[in-house]
């Protein structure tokens, strides 16, 4: 599905422009500040919500491309970003707590999301685990460890409906709404956020890895009220971007410590 000169429909990028190393935050507001942290960082398209930057990290190509709100957009952009060579995702985002153990500003690293959403029906069934790739699990934590910014490690609530879904009352869904969420934070959900889900099943049905880094908006009982959950993201994100970064930083250069197939190790 490509225009006449040979890009994606959606991205409008194509095969060749990009390397194997992508983040994926939602809003280009954002890809604009982590492609800040490239060298050579060019944009390379904007179209709808997709807009994408290129660069490089120690010298290894790698790219950012906003994916919008949702897991709709996001498996559009995962799927022609797999589509030019991409096999390497990390999310930058922002979420909503929803346990004490998140504090507003705190650093969230996703290992698996509840699938309260639509698109990875779509992918594989609802017995599939949506869950982050391990090895980018291990390199976002070991990354903010040695950034010394706090961190958890938990599973977000993806959603689908924003608001249907954080003020339910009154909708002729509510009472399902509200009982599942309070089930999903009994079983020790830490967060929610749109995009996670899809993600990680789209990910899996294609053969590439993915991981997600968040910051966290807001307190989960609505405490320290004088400061927005949008500027709170804002404010804080940097933190996310840091993690994310060095994350991948650790990730190339394992890749690239590794022996090329069908050779052998040195001694």
């Not at 958890?152 to 609530?157: A, C, D, E, Y």
């Not at 993201?233 to 650790?250: N, P, Q």
Request: include cysteine; glycine fraction near 10%; charge should be negative.
């Amino acid at each position: 599905m490509t225009n006449p000169d040979g890009k994606l429909m959606h991205t409008r990028i194509g095969p060749g422009d990009i390397g194997r190393y992508v983040f994926l935050p939602g809003s280009p507001e954002r890809a604009a500040r982590i492609a800040e942290r490239f060298a050579a960082a060019r944009k390379l398209a904007q179209h709808r919500e997709f807009t994408t930057y290129a660069g490089t990290l120690d010298g290894t190509p790698v790219a950012v491309t906003s994916t919008g709100i949702g897991g709709p957009s996001a498996a559009i952009a995962l799927e022609e970003l797999v589509r030019c060579g991409a096999d390497t995702f990390i999310r930058i985002g922002s979420s909503g707590s929803v346990s004490p153990r998140v504090r507003k500003h705190d650093v969230v690293i996703v290992n698996a999301a509840v699938r309260m959403e639509g698109t990875g029906t779509s992918y594989l069934p609802l017995e599939f685990p949506a869950t982050a790739d391990y090895r980018i699990i291990t390199h976002l934590e070991a990354a903010a460890q040695a950034l010394s910014h706090r961190h958890v490690v938990g599973i977000t609530i993806t959603k689908d409906a924003f608001f249907a879904q954080t003020e339910p009352a009154g909708l002729p869904y509510a009472p399902d709404v509200i009982a599942r969420w309070n089930a999903y934070v009994a079983g020790g959900a830490i967060c929610t956020s749109m995009e996670e889900a899809a993600l990680f099943l789209v990910a899996a049905a294609r053969g590439v890895s993915c991981g997600s880094v968040l910051i966290a908006a807001n307190n989960h009982d609505g405490s320290d009220p004088d400061e927005t959950s949008v500027h709170s993201a804002t404010g804080s994100e940097s933190r996310a971007i840091d993690v994310g970064i060095a994350a991948m930083r650790r990730i190339i250069a394992e890749d690239f410590a590794r022996p090329a197939p069908g050779t052998a190790a040195l001694p």
